[in-house]
């Protein structure tokens, strides 16, 4: 998913009210501690989120 579509698919399933700014700010926080990579560096806000599995 996209940006959008995480923001869109949280605000449907369980906060109606968090925005997108707040959801962008979380996806990078993931993206900082290892756990999302976007499928295109260049373009991060219009890019395809990928979950990457750490092994502890």
Known sequence: ???QE?????QKT??????YNNI????WGLERK???KPENPEKPNETKWIK????K
């Not at 962008?24 to 996806?27: A, D, F, L």
């Open 1 to 3: 998913m996209d940006s």
């Open 6 to 10: 995480i923001h869109n698919y949280i």
């Open 14 to 19: 369980s906060f109606k009210d968090i925005s």
């Open 24 to 27: 962008t700010n979380i996806i």
């Open 34 to 36: 290892g756990y999302l």
């Open 52 to 55: 990457i599995n750490k092994l």
